[in-house]
């Protein structure tokens, strides 16, 4: 398994660069971080999916996201409360900001089990205002954690260890730094190395289908 000591060491092999080299060391880490939110970006990965419990509270319609949080996994069922038992099971409808702005009617003062959410900043924001305490099960894409030189994970699966590696040389190349013996590294190349990572991860957890906008929201009548 891939940790970030021993990409740093293959990487300083690589460029022929003394471990005590301290700003090759800093770009390192802002290359492996930038290389990191560049596969993240590209696409919806099922090895970031992941589940976190929200505690709604009574008459707040906002609810903080984790700090993990990526993008929303919108899906239906992705939104679901767990508590209270007479609401088990009930789904919240995901909607774009757009939609619940222009296509949703809200009175802005109904209290109710949530039926509807959006997503603003860092919170998610309910309709109906929960009329109690509602513990509400998200499903979502996290964040890659941020590497530092104390890190030892890399939120990256290791079965892509070829493609942030390719990635994280490219980006130290276009840093000034130039290896013993010069790495071509060709668009092309990396884009192979996504949608091979890209059929992997759907092999392993399964393709992402996209839950369409309901036609049963409510339009402004005001």
Not at 10 to 16: V, Y
Not at 46 to 60: I, N, V, Y
Not at 163 to 172: A, G
Request: negative net charge; glycine residues 4%.
């Amino acid at each position: 398994m891939s940790t970030v000591q021993n990409i740093l060491t293959s990487a300083q092999l690589k460029f022929g660069i003394d471990p005590s080299n301290i700003r090759f060391q800093s770009d390192f880490y802002d290359a492996i971080n930038d290389s990191q939110d560049d596969i993240a970006n590209r696409r919806r990965w099922g090895f970031l999916r992941t589940t976190s419990d929200l505690s709604a509270t009574q008459t707040s319609r906002t609810v903080a996201l984790p700090d993990s949080f990526g993008k929303p996994y919108d899906a239906r069922g992705a939104i679901r409360i767990t508590s209270p038992a007479a609401n088990l099971g009930d789904t919240v409808q995901l909607m774009t900001l757009d939609e619940w702005t222009n296509d949703f009617y809200e009175d802005g003062s109904t209290e109710g089990t949530p039926q509807y959410a959006y997503i603003l900043g860092s919170s998610l924001y309910l309709s109906p205002i929960p009329d109690a305490a509602y513990t509400i099960a998200l499903i979502f894409y996290k964040r890659p954690t941020s590497i530092a030189d104390t890190s030892t994970a890399i939120t990256v699966s290791s079965s892509y260890t070829e493609l942030l590696r390719m990635m994280l040389y490219k980006r130290l190349q276009l840093a000034g730094w130039s290896s013993i013996q010069e790495i071509q590294i060709a668009d092309s190349e990396v884009e192979r190395l996504i949608n091979s990572a890209a059929r992997d991860d759907i092999s392993k957890f399964g393709g992402f289908s996209m839950n369409l906008p309901s036609s049963t929201y409510k339009r402004r009548t005001v």
